[in-house]
């Protein structure tokens, strides 16, 4: 169990993290705190936006702050899976004879930046499926363990078609998060083009390192999630099936595939990290809906009514949380009472929750003070 120490350890880290990269990034606050709660939780991100608007330089930054060693691969359609992993190279010793060595290829790194992941074939893309969910690289028969801690920040620009090849349905899976980002404002492109031209370089700072990061998810992975909570995520999730028994009336009309078992995993535990960055001991109700779009919105596969109608998976989203914080009465407060978890600790929820049973009927429970 986590302890007062280390939350504010956690909460301190956090702090200079953010600062220093606000040095690098103007604006993109959403962005800046998917991507590091991402980061802490484990998980993999998808940046998605036109180019310019800062995404590699996030990347970078995020190297520099995070003090760990970054590779940057720039995909094209030429790019071949053994330059991303590596190959067997034939060397010579000093007498002559001949023998086969591992030339680590640029995925051996802890911090990859996939720029313009879906200019790549799909050969080339699917040489990131293993290193992105299992941390291995496997090269002719032998698997090789990559450097904890591993992140994959890929970006992809959402209008340009030509010479682009979408990414399979396996490896979108594997992001914990797509983020979208956004033009900045006036006042931000203003900012922006002030600080560039005093120096194009980024200037933050190390703030940890990546056993500190180790550290710091670590303690998140120790914060407990009350049954109540744990349930209203996984109903959340199977509700973007249409065919569920949780399905949704906006799934069933817009939503062809929902999410996969693995946006349930990404949700909780995004959801820890994202209650100790706002300073609470438990996962509320409140931190499950604002993670849904940016860990489902790229697990959904739209149907014709939904293409044809221009609705997008965000506002399929939108409509599912308000579906089901009406019919199960989702308490909105932020206040703690005790209640027990799914391990058996006690945990801290609203203090009134309405919580959906097996048998779909909603039941009412007020949950005793500690």
Request: net charge neutral; aromatic share 6%.
């Amino acid at each position: 169990m986590a302890t007062e120490k280390d939350i504010l350890k956690f909460s301190e880290q956090c702090k200079n993290i953010f600062a220093q990269v606000e040095r690098d990034v103007i604006g993109q606050k959403d962005i800046v705190q998917g991507t590091i709660i991402a980061m802490i939780a484990g998980g993999n991100v998808l940046l998605e936006g036109v180019p310019g608007v800062g995404k590699t330089r996030l990347v970078r930054s995020l190297g520099r702050v995070f003090s760990l060693p970054f590779s940057r691969i720039q995909f094209t359609p030429d790019l071949m899976p053994a330059d991303v992993t590596g190959t067997n190279i034939i060397v010579k010793d000093d007498k002559g004879n001949s023998a086969f060595q591992f030339q680590p290829g640029p995925i051996f790194s802890n911090i990859i930046l996939a720029d313009e992941i879906n200019r790549a074939t799909p050969k080339t893309q699917s040489a990131l499926l293993e290193a992105m969910q299992e941390h291995t690289v496997t090269v002719m028969g032998v698997s090789r363990k990559l450097n904890e801690p591993f992140f994959v920040l890929a970006t992809q620009n959402p209008i340009e078609q030509d010479g682009t090849y979408p990414l399979p349905e396996a490896q979108m899976d594997r992001f914990m998060f797509k983020l979208i980002v956004k033009n900045p404002s006036l006042d931000e492109l203003m900012d922006i083009v002030s600080m560039t031209q005093k120096t194009m370089a980024e200037v933050a700072e190390a703030a940890c390192n990546g056993e500190d990061l180790l550290n710091m998810r670590a303690t998140a992975n120790q914060i407990p999630v009350a049954t109540d909570v744990m349930r209203y995520a996984m109903i959340l999730c199977s509700a973007t099936h249409p065919d569920s028994e949780c399905a949704s009336e906006a799934a069933k009309k817009y939503v062809r595939l929902g999410a996969s078992p693995r946006a349930g995993q990404a949700l909780i535990s995004a959801a820890k990290v994202m209650a100790l960055l706002k300073g609470r001991f438990n996962v509320a109700y409140r931190d499950i809906n604002e993670l849904a779009c940016p860990v489902l919105r790229h697990r959904m596969k739209m149907n014709f009514e939904a293409i044809a109608g221009r609705v997008s998976p965000d506002q399929v989203i939108e409509m599912i949380i308000a579906e089901l914080v009406k019919k199960y009465d989702i308490p909105q407060s932020e206040a703690p009472k005790s209640v027990e978890t799914a391990e058996g600790e006690q945990a801290s929820v609203a203090p009134e929750a309405v919580v959906p049973e097996d048998d779909g009927k909603k039941k009412k429970r007020r949950f005793a003070k500690k």
